[in-house]
């Protein structure tokens, strides 16, 4: 009988290292890797009208039920290794999922991890990108809430990175994640080749330039401050840092 499938759900929220972490699971060669599975159905709920919103839409399933039973279906010959990549704000609760953002016997059978950056970092990145902005946009409420959910039904904190700390020292803190994922560390998961993926999601025209480009991870660079943001953007820093350091209390220190 073959071994099941394992099955890593990361939870990170927007403008992170979350592309580069997905390149660096896909170059393992047990690993298939899922981009941002919930979007369609984030954007169909919501209505929200983000950048290639149609080719979304038609790209992925729009309604969360079918998103995951396609999640948890026989991986490929030769993949004992599932890595999902998801964006804690596709997770929030509206009218259109009836409240259900997430469901919990899917959340049971998934290791999951947590990858977090100051807010301050993800304002300043995000506002770049898409000029309004909001509390919700950048899924910090919702990522403490999955955390929560997590710790409640296991009894154990999850593990958790900091971006910057991945940048800093990658073979380190692969390795740490690994184990805590209890999965062996390869070294392919520090270099991959350039250029996009067939795993990528149809979005990746807008948002992946950078991770496109690289062959490992970057080296880490300044990141914005509380004083370098838009004074329209510190009320949202503001109520995203308490939910920010409470998660990074629990990190993997390098």
Same mark, same amino acid.
């Given at each position: 009988?073959? %071994?099941?499938?394992?099955?890593?759900?990361?939870?990170?929220?927007?403008?992170?290292?979350?592309?580069?972490?997905?390149?660096?699971?896909?170059?393992?060669?047990?690993?298939? *890797?899922?981009?941002?599975?919930? @979007?369609?159905? @984030?954007?169909?709920?919501?209505?929200?009208?983000?950048?290639?919103?149609?080719? *979304?839409?038609?790209?992925?399933?729009?309604?969360?039920?079918? =998103?995951?039973?396609?999640?948890?279906?026989?991986?490929?010959?030769?993949?004992?290794?599932? #890595?999902? +990549?998801?964006?804690?704000?596709?997770?929030?609760?509206?009218?259109?999922?009836?409240?259900?953002?997430?469901?919990?016997?899917?959340?049971?059978?998934?290791?999951?991890?947590?990858?977090?950056?100051?807010?301050?970092?993800?304002?300043?990145? @995000?506002?770049?990108?898409?000029?309004? =902005?909001?509390?919700?946009?950048?899924?910090? =409420? %919702?990522?403490?809430?999955?955390?929560?959910?997590?710790? %409640?039904?296991?009894?154990?904190?999850?593990?958790?990175?900091?971006?910057?700390?991945?940048?800093?020292?990658?073979?380190?803190?692969?390795?740490?994640?690994?184990?805590?994922?209890?999965?062996?560390?390869?070294?392919?998961?520090? +270099?991959?080749?350039?250029?996009?993926?067939?795993?990528?999601?149809?979005?990746?025209?807008?948002? #992946?330039?950078?991770? %496109?480009?690289?062959?490992?991870?970057?080296?880490?660079?300044?990141?914005?401050? @509380?004083?370098?943001?838009?004074?329209?953007? +510190?009320?949202?820093?503001?109520?995203?840092?308490?939910?920010?350091?409470?998660?990074?209390?629990?990190?993997?220190?390098?």
């Amino acid at each position: 009988m073959s %071994e099941p499938a394992i099955r890593i759900a990361m939870w990170s929220g927007p403008r992170n290292i979350s592309t580069a972490m997905m390149r660096a699971f896909e170059n393992r060669p047990d690993t298939v *890797v899922v981009d941002e599975p919930f @979007y369609a159905a @984030y954007l169909a709920e919501t209505g929200l009208d983000h950048p290639m919103r149609e080719e *979304v839409l038609a790209a992925q399933p729009t309604r969360r039920e079918d =998103v995951i039973a396609a999640l948890s279906a026989t991986l490929p010959e030769g993949r004992r290794i599932q #890595y999902q +990549k998801h964006m804690t704000q596709h997770m929030i609760a509206t009218a259109g999922n009836g409240g259900n953002w997430l469901d919990d016997a899917w959340l049971d059978r998934l290791r999951n991890a947590f990858l977090i950056r100051a807010p301050e970092a993800v304002l300043a990145s @995000y506002s770049a990108k898409r000029a309004d =902005v909001t509390l919700a946009d950048i899924g910090f =409420v %919702e990522q403490a809430r999955i955390f929560d959910r997590v710790v %409640e039904r296991t009894g154990r904190i999850p593990p958790v990175v900091l971006g910057r700390d991945v940048l800093a020292g990658p073979h380190g803190m692969m390795k740490k994640l690994c184990a805590a994922l209890g999965i062996p560390f390869r070294e392919e998961m520090l +270099k991959w080749p350039a250029g996009r993926r067939d795993s990528d999601g149809v979005w990746a025209p807008h948002w #992946y330039a950078a991770v %496109e480009a690289s062959t490992g991870f970057a080296d880490p660079r300044p990141e914005a401050g @509380y004083d370098d943001l838009d004074d329209r953007l +510190k009320p949202i820093a503001d109520a995203a840092r308490p939910h920010f350091e409470r998660l990074a209390a629990h990190r993997l220190t390098p």
